[in-house]
C-alpha cells in the first residue's frame, strides 16, 4: 500500500470525526497515521497492519476515553438543554393533572402533567423534570 493511500485514509477519518465529533474516527486517523509512519519507514503491509491495529487499540482504549471526559465536562452552575428547565417557573395555561394539560414555559407553550394532583388554570408553576416533550410540574407553593 502506497503512502499517498495511507494519507487519504487519514483525511477521510478525519473529515468524519468532524461531522460525528465522538472521537471514534479521530482514534482510527491516529492509528492510520501510525501505519502511514510505519510505511514511510519502508515496512511491508503485514507490519502496518499491526502498528494499526495496536495504534487504534491503544487510542480507543486509553485515549479517546480521557479525551471524551474533558471533552464533555460539565461547568458547575450553568446547565443547558434541558437540564437548564429543571427549577424553572411557569404558567399553567389549563388545567394541569397527571393526564395533561398545558404550560407555559420559557415564552413557549409546552405538554404538561402533573406530579401532585390536579392544578387549575393561571397557577405558577415549577418544573421538576422533564419526561420527552413534557414537563413535570407542581405548583409554585409546592
Given at each position: ?44 503491509m ?20 480521557i ?58 408553576l ?17
Open positions: 500500500m502506497t503512502i499517498w493511500i495511507w494519507a487519504v485514509v487519514i483525511v477521510i477519518l478525519i473529515v468524519v470525526e468532524l461531522l460525528t465529533v465522538d472521537l471514534l474516527f479521530a482514534s482510527l486517523a491516529i492509528a492510520a497515521t501510525a501505519a502511514l509512519v510505519a510505511n514511510a519507514l519502508g515496512y511491508e503485514p507490519i502496518q497492519g499491526i502498528a494499526f491495529a495496536l495504534f487504534a487499540t491503544l487510542s480507543l482504549l486509553f485515549l479517546r476515553p479525551a471524551l471526559k474533558h471533552l464533555k465536562k460539565e461547568v458547575p452552575g450553568f446547565a443547558t438543554n434541558m437540564d437548564a428547565l429543571i427549577g424553572a417557573p411557569a404558567i399553567a395555561l389549563t388545567e394541569v393533572d397527571q393526564n395533561g394539560g398545558q404550560i407555559k414555559l420559557n415564552g413557549e407553550v409546552w405538554s404538561a402533567r402533573s406530579a401532585v394532583g390536579a392544578i387549575s388554570s393561571n397557577t405558577q415549577t418544573v421538576i423534570s422533564i419526561e420527552g416533550a413534557t414537563a413535570l410540574v407542581v405548583a409554585k407553593d409546592n
